[in-house]
T-cell receptor, first 111, second 111 residues
Framework: NAGVTQTPKFRVLKTGQSMTLLCAQD?????MYWYRQDPGMGLRLIHY???????AKGEVPDGYNVSRLKKQNFLLGLESAAPSQTSVYFC??????????FGSGTRLTVV | DAKTTQPPSMDCAEGRAANLPCNHS???????VYWYRQIHSQGPQYIIH???NNETNEMASLIITEDRKSSTLILPHATLRDTAVYYC????????????FGTGTSLTVIP
């Protein structure tokens, strides 16, 4: 039982490049979330999904897009990366919306 | 969702109880108190949650005051592995209410 798996774990992008972060969960959870964490700060919610085919904006959605085509996967896209998007990205999932299971994070640097 | 206030940092001697306070004076009747922790930039980990009664599990105890305006997370016998950032979050139980993480309390367990 892998839980929540994030791919890739590390990435360096040049400004203006695009990329997709993949989050996969094998717990049959309905809810999935993407957070970012900047140094010395707490986690901030980017986007979330309450079920397959649904997405919604969180606190800091600008510059990101998401898709939930399959229940087990939640994709986070950066269409044109900016240095301000340098961060650690965490994905989480939950069955109800009480107890979240987090992935180990993706460390993204935009130069 | 009610805001929470936590001390930015605390120390605790190994083997002693760690008592982490959280103020949530604007909590409303249907809002739960949740605790998560984040060890060394890993994804946050669920610890415990409660509404108004004290709660205990294998990781910790949660003590909520009678007026529900504050709570304390207790790690009964702190170990070095409990060194982490601890987040207190207050949130309603309705579907669609996401967790918003603050900056938490950085707990250092000292040998």
């Amino acid at each position: 039982n892998a839980g929540v798996t994030q791919t890739p774990k590390f990435r360096v992008l040049k400004t203006g490049q695009s990329m997709t972060l993949l989050c996969a969960q094998d717990m049959n959870h309905e809810y999935m979330y993407w957070y970012r964490q900047d140094p010395g700060m707490g986690l901030r919610l980017i986007h979330y999904s309450v079920g397959e085919g649904t997405t919604a904006k969180g606190e800091v959605p600008d510059g990101y897009n998401v898709s939930r085509l399959k229940k087990q996967n939640f994709l986070l896209g950066l269409e044109s990366a900016a240095p301000s998007q340098t961060s650690v990205y965490f994905c989480a999932s939950s069955y109800g919306d009480i107890r979240y299971t987090f992935g180990s994070g993706t460390r993204l640097t935009v130069v | 969702d009610a805001k929470t206030t936590q001390p930015p940092s605390m120390d605790c001697a190994e083997g002693r109880a760690a008592n982490l306070p959280c103020n949530h004076s604007t909590i409303s009747g249907n809002e739960y108190v949740y605790w998560y922790r984040q060890i060394h930039s890993q994804g946050p980990q669920y610890i415990i949650h409660g509404l108004k009664n004290n709660e205990t599990n294998e990781m910790a105890s949660l003590i909520i005051t009678e007026d529900r305006k504050s709570s304390t997370l207790i790690l009964p016998h702190a170990t070095l592995r409990d060194t982490a950032v601890y987040y207190c979050i207050v949130r309603g139980s309705n579907t669609g209410n996401q967790f918003y993480f603050g900056t938490g309390t950085s707990l250092t367990v000292i040998p």
